[in-house]
């Protein structure tokens, strides 16, 4: 991991593509950015910015709903974490409530999906709210185009890698990956402290369309580089589970959101494993040389146990004993620069 002070743009329109040159220049280029960076914005992704539009809609029609209108899904409501993140409901590492508000959504299986049945905390249906016409297809139509993204991108990491362009696919069949319509209020008296909110995503890597400044990524010294919005850009970076396959070759990089006076909105993707993967170093990247940095994970279990420790109202069920964390659960900020810096797994 470098001391970058810029993040790189790669345009991944020839990804994929018929011109093998220019498909193995975004290769090339995406390799650089995961080995050096962690963090690239990416042009050339292909979605509509007519479907965008209707995501940023629908996102403010949704949070400028009355509190207790969007109360009626709050996500302690829910069996498997979907539905109204209010203002405080998160705390991260640093131990300061986050000051946005949120409505998290997944994979919408119906309630007779056998996993959720069986008790899966991250698998099952969402929480969609009433008497907000076009929301849910608005929301649903950039998740999926979002996914498919994902999935082209998938195939990019694993040929930056070495390995065939489908090698991980098998690990994707129905991952609770996590849609995310976050709002950061006005704030004309916004202040910052070091390390609110700081983390890494805990899945295989993130897609971000921001609206707005306010993102931070930390780079190999330490040092926190803005990273604001480009226009005609998503933002990706790299997660836990990616680092560990790589054997800390990618770097999940630790970014935070600092506080600003403007109003903010952002939406990430989470583009997860299947719940039950065992995620460890591929054989390619561990040797006598280099060892296996990373004791295996199950990916849901570490996504969970992340998020466990993270929102009030699994807290709560926690202490209140009707929640249990899985086995061997990770601490927060167990991966990226910070944990290097103090120590963590990938401190080799």
């Known amino acids: 991991m470098s001391s970058f002070e810029t993040i790189p743009i790669v345009d991944i329109g020839a990804l994929g ?133 994902g999935r082209r991108m998938l195939h990019g990491f694993s040929e930056a890698l070495g390995l065939p362009a489908d090698h991980l696919d098998r690990f994707v069949t129905k991952p609770p990956s996590q849609l995310r319509l976050i709002h950061y209020p006005h704030n004309a008296g916004a202040s910052d402290r070091p390390g609110i909110g700081a983390h890494t995503d805990y899945e295989i890597f993130t897609l971000l369309l921001p609206t707005a400044p306010g993102l931070e990524v930390m780079n190999g010294a330490g040092e926190w580089i803005d990273a604001p919005p480009v226009a005609g850009t998503l933002v990706i970076n790299i997660g836990d589970m990616l680092e560990v396959w790589s054997n800390g070759r990618f770097t999940a990089t630790s970014h935070r959101v600092r506080r600003v006076s403007e109003e903010r909105y952002s939406f990430p993707l989470f583009f997860a494993c299947d719940y039950w993967t065992k995620v460890e170093p591929l054989s390619p990247f561990v040797s006598a040389e280099r060892p296996a940095a990373y004791p295996p994970i199950v990916a849901g279990e570490h996504l969970f146990s992340q998020t466990a420790q993270t929102f009030q109202y699994l807290k709560r069920r926690i202490a209140e004993g009707k929640l249990r964390l899985p086995q061997q659960s990770l601490a927060l900020s167990s991966f990226g620069q910070e944990a290097r810096h103090d120590g963590g797994p990938a401190n080799a």
């Open 17 to 149: 593509g018929e011109d093998p040159a220019e498909h193995a220049e975004v290769i090339r280029q995406l390799r650089d950015a995961a080995e050096h960076v962690g963090f690239l914005y990416v042009s050339g992704h292909g979605l509509a910015d007519a479907m965008l539009d209707g995501l940023r809609r629908a996102a403010l029609d949704f949070f400028a709903l009355p509190l207790e209108e969007k109360m009626r899904v709050y996500i302690g409501q829910s069996q498997n974490h979907r539905g109204y993140v209010p203002e405080g409901e998160e705390v991260f590492a640093g131990g300061t409530p986050d000051a946005k508000e949120a409505f998290d959504l997944s994979i919408d299986l119906p309630a007779t999906d056998p996993d959720h049945l069986a008790g899966n905390p991250l698998l099952g249906p969402n929480q969609w709210p009433d008497g907000l016409p076009g929301f849910r297809e608005a929301v649903a139509a950039y998740y999926e185009a979002a996914f498919g993204l």
